[in-house]
């Protein structure tokens, strides 16, 4: 089989959406390798490589086969996604292709607006076609073939499996550079978040969270570094109207949840604070439809 220049190695169960992702696939630039936690039926193995069953939690699945098995190391960039996002074959090449152009090293797709999500930060910002983060979630993400050898000890950390807190280690470890999340290739989320039926269990992931945060000395950074337009390039924009841009971009969230608002404002302030409102206030001329861009 020839190989492509990247991987898709995915953590699945029998009800996983992968075969979708390869809808519309005859030409893709991705090779598609199954780790399975539980049997799957033979229409579920068609068009793509599969290992043997692993039984557990997603990281601790794909620790002992990326561990075991080096043919991963043979592809530019690998996505670890999943098995209940939606996407197809088209998005996953463009996803691919963003991430290489930009020449990050750790990166996820944003995820779409009929998304159940976790982190405003993951969701798709309308403003923005890629953006710099200090945050990519395990739910989702993408390592360039260096940078996965180079973290692929740290799945280990996790003894629970489940991965709580390597998506806050892993930018820590890359002193959050090359790293965001893609808004021009938007997947969806299909299952709710957080849902521990057995509540031993969800004590042990928030506490093993917990000890990693304290163990690296880090924490959730959502903050966004840098936005990229349509054409790859930065935004030239300070950081009163960078926020202003991601708020915007964001809008469609806060009639569900507005407290999202002050912390995504929090999150862009400036390393002094954001400045004091003047006395005098702000005079200026309203200007209605002119947008930020053309304001700047």
């Known amino acids: 089989m020839r190989r492509r220049r990247h991987l898709v190695v995915a953590r699945v169960g029998r009800n996983s959406l992968h075969p979708r992702w390869l809808d519309g696939a005859e030409e893709r630039s991705w090779d598609l390798h199954l780790c399975p936690f539980e049997p799957l039926p033979e229409a579920a193995l068609e068009g793509c490589s599969t290992s043997d069953v692993i039984v557990g939690p997603k990281w601790a699945g794909l620790n002992e086969l ?16 999943d098995d209940d996002l939606l996407t197809d074959a088209g998005n996953i090449d463009s996803f691919f292709a963003t991430t290489a ?4 090293s750790l990166s996820a797709p944003a995820l779409d607006e009929d998304s159940y999500y976790a982190h405003y930060s993951t969701m798709r910002n309308r403003r ?12 989702a993400p993408c390592f360039s073939g260096p940078t996965l050898d180079r973290l692929l000890p740290t799945f280990s950390l996790s003894t629970t499996g489940w991965g709580w807190g390597l998506d806050s280690v892993w930018p820590r470890l890359l002193d959050y550079q090359n790293m965001g999340v893609i808004d021009a290739t938007p997947v969806c989320h299909t299952r709710p978040v957080g849902a521990f039926r ?32 349509p054409d ?30 002050p912390w995504m404002v929090q999150a862009q302030a400036p390393a002094d604070g954001w400045p004091a409102y003047p006395v005098a206030g702000t005079p200026a001329h309203a200007t209605r439809g002119r947008t930020l861009q053309e304001g700047v």
């Open 66 to 81: 990326l561990t075991r098995w080096d043919g991963w190391r043979d592809y530019e960039q690998i996505w670890l996604p």
């Open 101 to 104: 152009a930009l020449g990050w």
């Open 128 to 139: 923005c076609t890629a953006r710099c983060t200090g945050f990519v979630e395990i739910m």
């Open 198 to 229: 057995d509540a031993t269990l969800a004590a042990r992931v928030l506490a093993e969270s917990d000890r990693l945060l304290a163990e690296y000395g880090c924490e959730q950074v959502h903050r966004v570094f840098q936005a990229f337009g």
């Open 232 to 261: 790859l390039k930065p935004l030239l924009l300070g950081p009163s109207e960078l926020t202003a841009l991601l708020v915007d971009g964001w809008q469609y969230l806060l009639p569900g949840n507005p407290a999202l608002l």
